[in-house]
């Protein structure tokens, strides 16, 4: 399927998504192959070229594993990974079309460790335009000849500079194809985590030093490669934590670890004596949806519906995956006037999801008609142990069944 560019996911997006991913795409080859055609390549470059190719790709190799679970706990969020790393290296040491090959070299590997193949392309065309206006930058110290290492308080300053407007390039491109995906996101998921621009700070900042590497002592790259692999697992130690308290289906908290965060909040509710809502929502009718479509089809709607469920909360209410079909939300500050409310707007905008979803044989589908039934419970009216409001909510819940389905109950009522 990723070769048959008719049948990319990417013509099934919004018109100003197609326009503006195909715009990017082009302007960055246009702008790759009229540098290619006037730019000199030396032996020397083709060296540094050639270690920091291999370097890329024995590191992406090595922590692929580590990528894929970072996947799986970002959901459809921002990703940012090390990519930067090597291109920022090269765009110090070697030529800019050197610097084009190895965004090739890196973003072939990514696709054929099995990512889209679209998608690889734009965020390849990111990695042509973010160095060359890092580049840009870099030449007000040294106009031409590689590699370029600035020296000095004023070389540093151009570096620093170098390194954000390459930063602020790639995170632009990027983020602006998310808003345009989908307007509706809040803005938390579109922007992605703060400490994930940590990481690419990082990655920046090792560019450096492997680009001092190469001119001065190449030799060291191995060494410097074991750096990388640890500090790699370092940054990324927060995912770990991620993906042990979250579903790997649905990129939401799993049932032991919202017990945990819930239990905490009931506390905070009790010292200050506030009101405190809790929903369990369930899929109506999922297990003959389930059987019809298939279940590989399932999980896509349960991680569309969990999107939903997160774009509809507060970041600090905690929505978790109670198991198959069922969710719950912790609502802290919610009380008996506003909780209906909040759960009637969930219910609604689940209704009118339409998810697409890769369906057997390659042929693409438009899910909707999905609904979902809401109980409610409220602290402390309806108990004040977590496990008294989630039987009171699993009641609410129930009513909300045998009266309809596609509805919400509460549990007072």
Known sequence: MALHPWQWKLWRERKVVIAYVLTVDIVALALAAGIIMTTPIRSGDLLRFGLLAAGAVVHREAVRRIESLRERTTGQGL??????????????????????????????????????????????????????????VLQLVQPAGYPIVPQGPPGLVVLIGAGTVFWLVNYAL????????????????????????????????????????????????????????????????????????????????????????????????????????????????????????????????????ADELRSQTRPYDLVGRFGGEEFVILLPGVGTAQVEHIADRIRERISQLRVLVDSPHDRPATVDGISVSIGAA???????????????????????KTAGRDRVRLATR
Not at 109 to 126: C, D, M, P, Q, V
Not at 183 to 211: D, K, T, Y
Not at 272 to 284: I, K, N, Q, S
């Open 79 to 136: 990703l940012t990974d090390l990519t930067s790393l090597w291109i920022f290296a090269a765009a110090l040491s070697v030529p800019l079309p050197l610097v084009f090959g190895l965004t090739g070299v890196v973003h072939l590997h990514s696709w054929y460790r099995g990512s889209s193949l679209y998608r690889k392309l734009f965020s390849a065309a990111t990695m042509v335009l973010a160095p060359t206006a890092a580049v840009a």
């Open 378 to 400: 409220v602290r402390p009216n309806d108990g004040d142990e977590i496990d008294d409001l989630l039987l009171a909510a699993d009641g609410a819940l129930l009513a909300a």
């Open 174 to 305: 990027v983020v602006g194809a998310m808003i345009m995906s989908d307007p509706l996101q809040p803005a938390r998921q579109v922007l992605g985590n703060p400490s994930e621009q940590i990481v690419v700070a990082a990655a920046l900042g090792l560019g450096v030093g492997f680009a001092v590497t190469l001119t001065f002592a190449p030799w060291l790259i191995a060494v410097l490669m074991i750096t990388v692999f640890a500090l790699h697992r370092a940054l990324l130690l927060p995912h770990f934590q991620q993906a042990a308290r979250t579903d790997s289906k649905t990129g939401l908290l799993t049932v032991g670890f919202w017990r945990e965060a819930a239990g905490r909040e009931l506390e905070r509710a009790r010292r200050l004596a506030d009101p405190l809502g809790v929903l369990m929502l369930d899929l109506d009718h999922f297990k003959l949806f389930n059987d019809r479509m298939g279940h590989l089809v399932g999980d896509q709607v349960l991680r569309a519906v």
